[in-house]
């Protein structure tokens, strides 16, 4: 069974940081990629960034490189999401998102991680 919680949206001011958790519970980390997507009001669920579990490297979405960075703690099995320098475009429910064997250009769709976080919504005012 695989659960992925996640927690630590909420509002911030435009220039502000947030940082994502996502608490990983998943049957084997063989093969894991992890991912983080959002989706703003009215549109489609877009990719942000995400890595393969072990190996690999880490692709971002245009929109967050330099100011949004994605690592791990296998230790504690959990993926962050850091967010600095917030803009109101960036406003959305984030989601955590697990898949299994995928390859890094797959990493940007959506279709191809089964299992979803309940989503925390982040919102940044002006």
């Known amino acids: 069974q695989v659960q992925l919680v996640e927690s630590g949206g909420g509002l911030v001011q435009v220039g502000g940081s947030l940082r994502l958790s996502c608490a990983v519970s998943?049957?084997?980390?063989?093969?894991?990629?992890m991912a983080w997507f959002r989706q703003p009001s009215g549109k489609e669920r877009e990719f942000v960034a995400g890595s393969r579990w072990t190996g690999g490297s880490t692709r971002y979405a245009d929109s967050g490189k330099g100011r949004f960075t994605f690592s791990k703690d296998m230790a504690k099995n959990t993926v962050y999401l850091q967010m600095s320098n917030l803009q109101t475009e960036d406003t959305a429910i984030y989601y955590c998102?697990?898949?299994?064997?995928?390859?890094?250009?797959?990493?940007?769709?959506?279709?191809?991680?089964?299992?979803w976080g309940q989503g925390t919504q982040v919102a940044v005012s002006s």
């Open positions: 998943v049957h084997t980390f063989n093969s894991l990629a």
């Open positions: 998102a697990a898949g299994y064997n995928l390859r890094q250009p797959e990493l940007v769709n959506p279709g191809r991680f089964n299992y």
